[in-house]
């Protein structure tokens, strides 16, 4: 089993554009695999791991309601966002500056083929990343995601996930808000939850901004540890075409 994933951070990135590189490297795995069971080959899958930003934009997964986009285009464009459906799990989520957003797309047949599990290890990716900032971090009964002060009034969520598998190859993951405008999921209904909140990382530290590299450390740290993973950052990203 190959656990050693390949990191390439891409910087501010289009979000159709991102996608797009996604299905790329998604497609690339499943074809390995495919062409192993027919040759009887045991060529080693490779794993990813995306860090990205994206400009404004809403996404609704597959089982999702449209409903719970509450402006229309004209608004959409004031505010300089976009609007896609997509083909994940999950209802309606925001991506923007100031957000973390990280995409692993794995071969599970290299750590083990459980998607409850692996969407249970993302979330604690980010507990115990939240934790060092002295949060604490919490899931929330049938809702994928990291919530703070779950069971209580002010509950709110800080982390969206929703992924896809086929396979047992994954793609899309988690959106992490660390200096995100929260005003634009002020434009939906964040991810068809209607009596939750939102918030994000400096807005819980009370301070202006969040070191967003350190962030991303403490992820990948995280990560290597609860999935025995090895990360090896790519020197240089590959051409998105």
Known sequence: MNRKVDLQDLGL???????????????????LKIKNRREGTA???PNHFLF???????????SGNAGNLLVDQAVLNEKGAKFYKINRGGDITYHG?????GYPILDLDNFFTDIHKYLRLLEEM???TLAEYGLKGQRSKGETGVWLDVGTPFARKIC???????????MHGFALNVNTDL???????????????????????????????KVKQKLLKHFESLFGAE??????NRPID
């Open 13 to 31: 990135k289009d979000y159709k554009e991102t996608w797009d590189y996604q299905e790329v490297l998604f497609k690339e795995i499943v074809d």
């Open 43 to 45: 060529i080693p899958t």
């Open 52 to 62: 990205v930003e994206h400009p404004h934009v809403f996404t609704l997964g597959k």
């Open 97 to 101: 500056p100031g957000q973390i957003v």
């Open 126 to 128: 980010v507990i115990l």
């Open 160 to 170: 969206a996930m929703g992924v896809r598998a086929s396979r047992w190859v994954t």
């Open 183 to 213: 005003g634009y999921f002020d434009m939906m209904v964040p991810c068809g939850i209607k009596d939750k909140a939102v918030t994000s990382l400096n807005v819980e530290l009370g301070k202006p901004e969040v070191n967003l590299e």
């Open 231 to 236: 990360i090896s950052l790519q020197k240089e």
